[in-house]
């Protein structure tokens, strides 16, 4: 299969995604799995764009995914992410799994290994007939308050505040993600501003 030129990112995406998602899920067998990041934001309503399709799972699962799409993974440490990865192509659209994240900003860390209640409220967004389990929004503006990510904040705050969102979720996150009370304020800011 070959790219149209003409054909959107979010589009590709989306043609890729399937197949994609069912290697994964055999890769993972029961071990958790999501798509993070912009487009997970994206197949949920929230207004993001990425050309890269990212996820994130554990260690074991990033080493069976390598083995059997024989790519080798390797450690990326950025100013926000620290990671073993595997960053690899398919039809045109970058693909990153990222095992055991841990995400940095200014003045928290988060390690969403560490945070049960992301894992059982990950949502499954249909997409050309197959299930994708997406982070949930609540998780994803925690991360982007973390990382001080304005643009995507705004984008979630609109949302969520717009349709809806789980506040005993978010209270989850914050406990478990252990973050400081400067960054508790600052999520509750923007959920609560009018």
């Known amino acids: 299969m070959t790219r149209d030129p003409g054909e959107t990112p979010e589009s590709a995406q989306e043609e890729v995604l399937g197949p994609l998602v069912r290697v994964i ?26 050309p890269n399709l990212e996820f994130m799972t554990s260690e074991q699962v990033l080493l069976t995914l390598g083995e ?5 993974p ?14 690899f192509m ?3 659209v970058p693909v990153f799994v990222f095992s055991d994240p841990v995400f940095h900003g ?14 059982d409220a990950r949502c499954r967004v249909e997409v050309n ?5 997406c982070t949930p929004l609540e998780w994803e503006l925690v991360l ?4 001080g990510a304005s643009s995507r904040i705004e984008a979630l705050r609109e949302r969520m505040v717009g349709d809806g969102y789980d506040s005993r979720l978010v209270v989850r996150l914050l406990r478990e993600g252990r973050v400081t009370a400067d960054t508790e304020e600052a999520v509750w800011a923007v959920l609560e501003r009018r």
Do not use: C, F, K, T
């Open 25 to 50: 899920e055999e890769a993972a067998s029961d071990a958790p799995w999501a798509l993070i990041g912009a487009s997970a934001l994206r197949l949920q309503g929230a207004p993001a764009h990425s």
């Open 90 to 92: 398919r039809h045109g």
């Open 144 to 147: 982007a308050v973390v990382l």
């Open 106 to 119: 200014p003045y928290d860390s988060l390690a969403p290994r560490e945070i049960p209640s992301l894992w």
């Open 129 to 133: 007939g197959v299930g994708v389990l």
């Open 68 to 72: 059997m799409l024989q790519v080798r």
């Open 74 to 87: 390797d450690w990326g440490q950025g100013a926000h992410l620290a990671a073993n990865r595997l960053h």
